[in-house]
């Protein structure tokens, strides 16, 4: 069946920038979406990128898709303890009766 | 943009007690909506399908009576946890996407469920 998965820990130094690399299996993924979830809060949907595309940037997060390998990463520069959280990749088709297969997660700590 | 909006966010009730969840699209329709149940420290668990006009569709190992799912309109669906068990204590989380395949999907704020 589909697969998504992740990293479960990554731990940056402030203003560096945090890469969290995500890996699928199902070739007809139309959608690939990272989700930020702070503690106790339901999912913030930060971005996300059509299968069509490689690439998609929106101020300080750079998503980066390569198809072939079915990798999708997500950077984000400059970070911030703002930005401390569960960073979730998720994959789903086109219909809206897709389902959403969800990574286990990366948990992304900040260090001053 | 597009808000899912779900209550209560919390609850705290006593053993053999029934909860109801419900899960609202504010500004969009959706024939659609996922229901999903999250463990501490785990990733998202998708429940159930929740089919407007229709009979919800439940993952494999999710007791249909136990959780029962209702999705009377294009803009609400409901999750009624059935004489709930201490074991049944989790965070649940709605979603829905707008039809037409264009938007993503949105979550609901999430509601913990805590049964004593």
């Known amino acids: 069946g589909e697969d998504v998965e992740q990293s479960l820990f990554l731990s940056v130094r402030e203003g560096d920038s945090s890469v969290i690399n995500c890996t699928y299996t199902?070739?007809?993924?139309?959608?690939l979406y990272w989700y930020k979830q702070e503690p106790g809060a339901g999912l913030q949907l930060l971005t996300y990128i059509f299968s069509n595309m490689d690439m998609k940037q929106d101020q300080r997060l750079t998503v980066l898709l390569n198809k072939k390998d079915k990798h999708l990463s997500l950077r984000i520069a400059d970070t911030q303890t703002g930005d401390s959280a569960i960073y979730f990749c998720a994959e789903t088709g086109y219909s809206s009766a897709s389902k959403i297969i969800f990574g286990s997660g990366t948990r992304l700590s900040i260090r001053p | 943009g597009a808000v899912v909006s779900q209550h209560p966010s919390w609850v705290i009730c006593k053993s053999g007690t029934s909860v109801k969840i419900e899960c609202r699209s504010l500004?969009?329709?959706?024939?659609?909506m996922f229901w999903y149940r999250q463990f501490p420290k785990q990733s998202l668990m998708l429940m159930a399908t929740?089919?407007?006009?229709?009979?919800?569709?439940?993952e494999q190992g999710v007791e249909k009576d136990k959780f029962l799912i209702n999705h009377a309109s294009l803009t609400l669906s409901t999750l009624t946890v059935t004489s709930a068990h201490p074991e049944d204590s989790s965070f649940y989380i709605c979603?829905?996407?707008?039809?037409?395949?264009?938007?993503?999907?949105?979550f609901g704020d999430g509601t913990r469920l805590s049964i004593l």
């Open positions: 199902d070739s007809s993924s139309t959608y």
């Open positions: 929740s089919n407007e006009g229709s009979k919800a569709t439940y």
């Open positions: 500004d969009f329709q959706a024939t659609t």
């Open positions: 979603s829905a996407r707008e039809q037409g395949g264009i938007q993503p999907q949105h």
